[in-house]
């Protein structure tokens, strides 16, 4: 069951187009809260749940995972077979979306919906960190930690697509290319790409390099202005959404993350399939992807650790210098980092592993509710 995505985002049913029958599209399910059309969207998915009496329902997203809860506990009260139910934190709304009395709301919220969740499933270890003990939304014994796992294949032989996205863009095959994939809106904190790559074309204005943004979203005119301000027209291109991703990485010479909050990030993760290295802010589940290699950073420095390159959220100057110290350093250090990245995400983010462990997971939930 989905929604219908707003009008910057990216739609990603294509991906599921050989079993599009099977897919229910609730058009008032959408990010925007309306108590209207998220009352709405609650009856639909009771009505749905009564008539396809699903064993168990699995909600990802907060908005998503509100309404299904919701209407899952209502089928519970109103019938003897109501669903088991799941939810996945791809990431959480507790830091960097609202104000303080907004944020508190929502962990409230969360709190109170656990209750009703058989289990949680956090991505990451460190964001079952948050979920149990910073915010906690529910017990170390609810939470389980399921990584994600993706298809891999086409990033790790992405090599052979080189000169693809350049190409169509029309950047020099030559020029050190920084890149950065997602959504463009304010948890993603594209400004500080922007003021980063403000500060390294000032710093090094001999050296021939491009920043590669793509993605869209609500802030796209806003940061199209800003870079235009900058006077980085000439270095920034705005690529849009682009279905085949795979073509960016094989042209990246570094992939960038400056996210205020985040799960696992997935445009890491592909990145390091890719062997692409990696540069991100130390937040939320991309610790455990990098492989931390202390805990605090100065500010203005970054921290070399064995996948990646880690930086304070929001120091752009930290950034600048890591993205200084990749392009000058030695050749065998940066293999070394990426044959490690690559290695760590086919042993661990692979979608064999997933589906083998949400198959247990889901396998141990219906036992347990048999007993």
């Not at 800003?226 to 085949?244: H, P």
């Not at 950073?297 to 752009?316: H, K, M, P, Q, T």
């Amino acid at each position: 069951m989905t929604g219908t995505p707003s009008p910057h985002e990216g739609d990603m049913r294509y991906l599921f187009k050989d079993c599009s029958n099977r897919i229910f599209v609730l058009p008032t399910l959408h990010r925007d809260i309306d108590l209207i059309t998220d009352f709405k969207t609650i009856i639909s998915l009771y009505r749905l749940m009564r008539e396809i009496r699903p064993h168990i329902v699995d909600s990802h997203t907060a908005k998503a995972g509100f309404a299904t809860r919701i209407a899952a506990f209502f089928l519970r009260i109103f019938s003897r077979n109501g669903p088991l139910t799941v939810h996945t934190f791809h990431g959480n709304v507790f830091k960097g979306y609202f104000k303080p009395s907004k944020t508190l709301a929502y962990i409230w919220i969360e709190r109170a919906l656990a209750r009703i969740t058989d289990i949680v499933i956090a991505i990451s270890p460190a964001q079952k960190e948050e979920l149990v003990h910073t915010y906690k939304i529910a017990s170390d014994e609810k939470v389980k930690v399921v990584p994600l796992g993706l298809e891999l294949d086409r990033f790790l032989t992405c090599g052979k697509l080189n000169g693809k996205f350049r190409h169509r863009f029309s950047i020099d095959k030559d020029c050190f290319l920084i890149g950065i994939v997602g959504r463009l809106v304010p948890i993603k904190n594209h400004v500080m790409f922007l003021k980063a790559a403000k500060i390294f074309v000032s710093e090094h204005p001999d050296i021939n390099v491009r920043f590669a943004v793509v993605g869209d979203g609500e802030l796209r005119e806003e940061l199209e202005s800003l870079t235009r301000k900058m006077g980085l027209r000439e270095k920034v291109r705005f690529c849009g959404w682009i279905k085949d991703v795979q073509n960016v990485y094989a042209d990246l010479d570094v992939l960038v993350l400056t996210s205020i909050n985040e799960g696992t990030p997935v445009s890491i993760i592909e990145a390091m399939a890719s062997k692409v290295p990696v540069i991100s802010t130390c937040v939320g589940g991309v610790r455990d992807l990098i492989g931390i290699s202390k805990e605090d950073i100065e500010s203005g420095d970054f921290a070399v650790c064995s996948r990646g390159i880690l930086c304070n959220s929001g120091d752009s100057l930290g950034l600048a210098r890591a993205l200084e110290h990749l392009l000058r350093e030695d050749n065998e250090e940066k293999e070394k980092r990426r044959m490690s990245a690559l290695e760590f995400v086919k042993e661990r983010y692979s979608k064999a592993r997933l589906l083998s462990d949400m198959e247990s997971l889901y396998t141990n939930l219906l036992n347990k509710a048999r007993c």
